[in-house]
């Protein structure tokens, strides 16, 4: 599965409707943010008018919704609008609200949905952070709530709902994409037990609630508005739920949850687990001291910076640093190239496609140079302006040379080329995203 771009908003779209808690109006805005921004609430009601980011360590409130706070400043009930945006692919935007708690809407995530709809969607330059989960991830509370996430090539959600005494247990089991998101989780509807919300109506704890944005279950019968839009509408609302929660990790994740009673209090706490074991697979990857000044690396040094191996490490040594933008590698083209079995039995000629991976290889290495990159691995973007002028033969010594044009943010930019015998034989302008590993 390829790492896909980062995605935010194409324009401003709003939608008005009334809080949950409070009963209030509230008008809510979602604009695009720039790359690597992710979700941040906005309250514009306040006089310095606050940012919040929907991260995990923000989170001050678990128990019916999720809470967000940094210091005083506080929005509620945050799950069905990350949710939506989370589901849609889209990982930027700035959520601007005049009140403390989005509009509940039908108590689905359908009405943000055909908010981002009508923004539109448009991918960034940078790629996405995407946390590839390699071994099982668990935890359970006392209640009989737990996650676990497995290995798996996409984003899985798998969801058993039990309801007091085994009443409404349900499944639901979907990949989550943006299409299956909008038809199969973002209509699921917010659901109560009597007995739960009975004393908080008494209280006047959720004035905005009505038979119109939730689904009310007494004993065995069903109390809403409408029939059910699901005969398994509370896994998926759940779902919808563990979505939203799973993203104030704040990584796209690549692996199937399966989870059995969750609820606000476990999906955060799963948050929490993603956030700090992707922080310690980062730091089993040491940085390497790349040389700042000018000198040179052998192989051992540069497959400490390079994870490539084996046939595809193509870089033998760098010779050469000048200054902070360029410098010069070598790889000796030999008869033992797996490659040349293949191309071309009786003419042996090295592949144009990895002449271009040996410079993408150097430029990787000379755009890790700098201190905020050390401990990165560079991914290939595009290739411009490539031409391949001679043909590469067993016994040549390829001298690769690569100059920085530009670094801008984690997307640097490179022109490179090959030499032999002091003749160009090949070239091109390289782009790539700088991530963590």
Known sequence: MPIPCQR??????????????????????MKPAPANNGILFRRIDLPDQPFIPAVVD???????ATTIAVGSVKVHTVEHVISALAGMGVDNAIIEMDANEPPIGDGSAKPYVECI????????EQLS??????????????DGS???????????VSCTQVGPDGRMTQYFSTEITPETY?????PARTFVFYEDVEPLLEKGLIKGGSLENAVVVRDDSILSKEP?????????????????????SGKRIMGHVICVKPGHGPNTEMARRLKKEFGQMVAMTPPVNIPTGEGTLDINEVMQIL??????LLLDRIVKFEGDNKCTGVKSVTINEPFFQGHFPGHPVMPGVLQLEAMAQLASIMLLRKPENQGKIGYFMSADKVKFRKPVMPGDTLFIEGEALKIKSSIGHAKCRCIVNDTVVSEGELKFSLLSR
Not at 133 to 142: C, K, L, N, S, Y
Not at 182 to 186: K, P, W
């Open 8 to 29: 935010t908003l194409a324009s401003s779209a709003s939608l008005e409707g009334t809080s949950l808690h409070t009963g209030e109006k509230v008008t809510l805005t």
């Open 58 to 64: 923000n989170v001050q409130q678990v128990e019916r």
């Open 117 to 124: 709809k009508k923004a539109g969607v448009e991918e960034q």
């Open 129 to 142: 952070s995407v946390f590839e989960v390699r071994e099982p991830i668990h935890i359970e509370v006392g």
């Open 146 to 156: 737990l996650i676990t996430i497995v290995p798996d090539k996409a984003f899985r």
């Open 182 to 186: 909008e038809r199969e989780i973002a």
């Open 228 to 248: 059910l839009r699901y005969e398994d509408e509370f896994a998926r609302h759940k779902i919808l739920d563990v979505v939203g929660d799973l993203m104030l």
């Open 307 to 312: 994870p490539h191996r084996y046939p595809f």
